[in-house]
């Protein structure tokens, strides 16, 4: 199959599917709408053998298939997927987006992939958007994961929610409501694909076991996985947490410091990532993620990219290659008022995605499933960086 453009490596064994779903949370309401929580939200999971043939989705299905009008024009401007880069259309997008997941596709039979995919979910940065994260989403898919990942309402640069576009602002984008909302939204997606493992979608059912689940997330979804922590819940096995930003959040909704040892949950298996060079979270914010690493009494890994900044963690190369903070030239955090060249970006997602899935095929299962060759692979990055 080759080495991808985007990972870095070559993909898993399974073609991918996507599909978008939107889940209404009626437990919680929606301080802008009034009406319910909802989520847009994206399942990456194996597909059948045939959708290796098939063409993958676009860009552009990602944000609802134009169904709603002006907004493909709303995506554009600058405090959308327009803000990634000066000029940046949607069309350019769907001509030239490189990823492999074919929109709707035929989940892979449950005699061929076991019939038990782990759950991955995935909470993303703040003013992010769901689908910017593709050199992790689909590479975990590609290896037997069902990768879920909602738009944070409040928190995303763009959604789409009951036929309407949705962007930052109004009482679910202060500091507070996101700090609230984050954590809930992810265990509530914890709950609603339980739902379709058990029956309620007929794509899931029989394959996926949401009792077998990791969250993962960056920066803002960083510090949103490890509060998830804290709920103890027995599902949850593992986490990662990617340039957390454990140094400057929840303090507005009154959580408490994470970085201790004072945090309640201390024992579940978990693998921090830092890039040295964030100059988002700055040396405060690597210092937390490190001192996180140090006060975790269970099983703990600690994974530094020095030569990685912030948006190491994302696939923002595709919007714009010279980014910064990690992609591109970059300021320096380690020498202030300096410029690095950052490791190129795609053997960072190398790197993010062997350890990565090293980690969760470690704890979510069992030792006679992983994979002896990406054992090696392991083995051979470790000594090499």
């Known amino acids: 199959m080759g080495t991808s453009s985007v990972t870095g490596m070559e993909p898993g064994p399974y073609p991918v599917g996507v599909t978008t779903k939107q889940f209404d949370d009626h437990s919680r309401k929606d301080p802008t709408s009034g009406g319910p929580r909802r989520l847009q939200t994206e399942i990456w999971y194996p597909a059948a053998a045939e959708a290796a043939n098939l063409p993958p989705g676009r860009y552009s299905d990602y944000l609802g298939r134009g169904a709603i009008p002006g907004s493909i024009a709303a995506a554009e401007e600058s405090d959308a997927i327009g803000g990634y880069r000066d000029g940046l259309t949607i069309a350019q997008l769907d001509a030239e987006w490189p990823g492999a997941a074919v929109r709707d596709a035929r989940p892979d039979a449950p005699e061929r992939s076991g019939g ?159 890039g040295t060079e964030d100059t988002v979270i700055g040396e405060e914010g690597n210092a937390a993620g490190r001192a996180y690493f140090e006060t975790h009494s269970g099983p703990r890994q600690l994974l530094e990219i020095r030569r990685g900044g912030h948006v190491s963690f994302t696939s923002c190369e595709l919007y714009n290659p010279e980014y910064g903070n990690g992609i591109g030239e970059s300021n320096s955090l380690s020498r202030r008022g300096e410029k ?33 060759e990406h054992t090696s692979e392991l083995q051979s990055l470790t000594s090499s960086r």
């Open 116 to 274: 038990n995919w782990p759950l991955v979910l995935f909470s993303h940065g703040s003013g992010a958007f769901r689908a910017s994260y593709i050199y992790w989403t689909e590479y975990l898919a590609s290896h037997g994961f069902c990768v879920v990942a909602c738009d944070h309402a409040g928190s995303a640069r763009y959604t789409q929610l009951d036929g309407e576009v949705v962007k930052p602002g109004g009482a679910r984008s202060t500091r507070a409501q996101m700090e609230a909302d984050r954590p809930a939204d992810l265990l509530f997606l914890l709950d609603r694909m339980g739902a379709l493992a058990a029956g309620a979608d007929s794509r899931f059912a029989g394959r996926l076991d949401a009792t077998n689940c990791a969250v993962t997330g960056m920066s803002f979804g960083g510090w949103t996985c490890a509060q998830v922590l804290e709920a103890c819940d027995p599902r949850v096995k593992a986490a990662i947490l990617q340039c957390p930003s454990l140094a400057m959040s929840g303090g507005a909704a009154g959580y408490p410091p994470l970085a201790n040892e004072q945090r309640s949950n201390r024992a579940t298996p978990t693998l921090v990532m830092l």
């Open 340 to 372: 690095y060249t950052p490791m190129p970006i795609v053997e960072q997602h190398a790197v993010i995605n062997a350890y990565g899935l090293a980690f969760l095929n470690a704890h979510l299962r069992p030792a006679a499933q992983r994979s002896e």
